[in-house]
């Protein structure tokens, strides 16, 4: 059963377009009101901007620490979600703050081109230069270079299972850990995924609009081009930090993401799979409305803590 609580969120919501039915540009500011709209109040840590530039690109990221932090702490880079056509730094504040209060852990909070001004791979290619910027800086700014975390939601995701994959290939910089919420994990192949069409309508994301980020983001076949768009399609996931892999029942991609995690286990990594069951996709934006949504963020934010713990 759908959470009683995120069906009073959906039935407030109710006649809004879908994400789809819009332009890119005021899509984004639709979903800035969405992510805001029932998120926690933001937790008193301090937050930083900084802009850099790592292999060639432009890194743009808000760094959370706890207030008071006198040692260096564990850092975890996170990707936001928005189907790489949606989504910013400011609309993911008050996750990476909570996370970052919860958790005790440095957050750091990337932001990535966006489709479809910036195709494939830019996202990727922004969020790898991220990482390095990251593991080179990260003591200038008090983090632990041993204890290192990737995290990111949907998208976002998608992202930090990537770049995990292109850090273990190019052999460095080392992860500790990786915190995956509902990723994309198939890059929109096909599989034997039910759940694309059990949840087809919503209640959150719907097909129509996963196909209208992927025609934005892939191209015009709305399909990733390689495994980079497509980390379960990768030729081998073995050598991956431990992952704790976080699923929404009612979500379209549950099925893929679940695929994802028992691939992952097959080639010999530890993965811990949680699904909650009553919630949907995008989620992690409603913990100020949704008290399993909070549950479920407080989770994660006990997961990072017990996994960068000295």
Known sequence: MLDLHLQHLLAQAAGAPDLCDLPPEPCRGMYRQICTAATVPPADVDVTPHEARSAGHDVNVRIYKPRGAASALPVTLY?????????????????????????????????????????????????????????????????????????????????????????????????????????????????????????????????????????????????APDWRGAPLLAPSLAGLPPTLLVLAAYDALRDEAMAYGEALGAAGNAVTVVEYHGLAHGFISMAGAVPAARLALAQMASALRQALQP
């Open 79 to 223: 990707f936001h979600g928005g189907g790489f056509v949606l989504g910013d730094l400011e609309g993911y504040d008050a996750v990476c703050r909570q996370l970052c209060a919860d958790s005790g852990v440095m957050i750091v909070s990337a932001a990535y081109r966006l489709a479809p001004e910036h195709p494939y791979p830019a996202a990727i290619e922004d969020s790898f230069a991220a990482l390095g910027w990251v593991a080179e800086a990260i003591r200038s700014f008090g983090g632990d270079p041993a204890r290192l975390a990737v995290m990111g939601d949907s998208a976002g995701a998608a992202l930090a299972a990537t770049v995990a994959l292109l850090s273990r290939d190019a052999g460095g910089p080392t992860l500790a850990f990786q915190l995956l919420v509902y990723p994309p994990a198939a890059g929109a192949h096909d599989g034997d995924y039910p759940s694309r069409e059990r949840h087809a309508a919503g209640p959150t994301l719907t097909k129509r609009s996963m196909d209208y980020f992927n025609r934005h983001y892939y191209g015009a076949a709305g399909k």
